[in-house]
């Protein structure tokens, strides 16, 4: 017998997850706002108990509606810029207080390495490295095969760390410090 979606269930959705579906949002649709897009996931979530219902793991099915809508308002954002239809500049995004600068450094130098990773990639890589969801439940959330999903991280993180080390280089060549000053 189907197991019936409450308002509570979404709301423990929201609770449990809440947090990490927003951080994931603004990983992948920076300069969008997070909080808008997190409200938008769990109205499409509870428009629709009956994927919920069915889905294998509740966190990847919501992790995919994620994915989607800021891969869609990403999309959006860019057909604005496009046609000039942009006026207002983008707004950072507020850190924790409690956040070294450290934190804050590497946060910022993984964003800018992520930029040059290609959307699939970059997806993959996101939900897995950095939201740790399990290689099955990105499979589901992106609706590709594992396969699929091991060889994208492969070459995602091949990538990251070379943008990393590119940003390590361009950071000791203008500092004019060596690179095990900059970053040990």
Not at 23 to 48: K, N, Y
Not at 50 to 64: D, I, Y
Not at 85 to 114: C, F, I, K, N, Y
């Amino acid at each position: 017998m189907p197991r019936s979606v409450a308002l509570a269930d979404i709301q423990r959705l929201y609770e449990t997850y809440g947090a990490e579906v927003r951080q994931t949002l603004g990983r992948l649709a920076p300069g969008l706002d997070a909080d808008d897009l997190l409200q938008e996931v769990f109205l499409i979530a509870i428009s629709r108990p009956e994927r919920l219902r069915s889905a294998k793991s509740p966190r990847a099915w919501l992790f995919g509606i994620a994915v989607k809508l800021a891969a869609t308002r990403a999309r959006s954002a860019r057909l604005r810029r496009f046609f000039g239809l942009e006026t207002a500049g983008e707004v950072p995004a507020v850190d924790a207080p409690s956040r070294s600068v450290e934190q804050r450094d590497a946060q910022r130098a993984v964003a800018r390495a992520l930029e040059s990773v290609s959307v699939p990639k970059r997806e993959a890589f996101v939900l897995f490295e950095l939201q740790g969801l399990s290689g099955e439940e990105v499979a589901e959330a992106l609706n590709i095969p594992l396969k699929t999903v091991w060889t994208r991280l492969h070459h995602a993180r091949k990538e990251v760390i070379q943008a990393l080390e590119r940003q390590l280089l361009v950071e000791s060549r203008t500092s004019g410090l060596a690179r095990e000053e900059i970053r040990p």
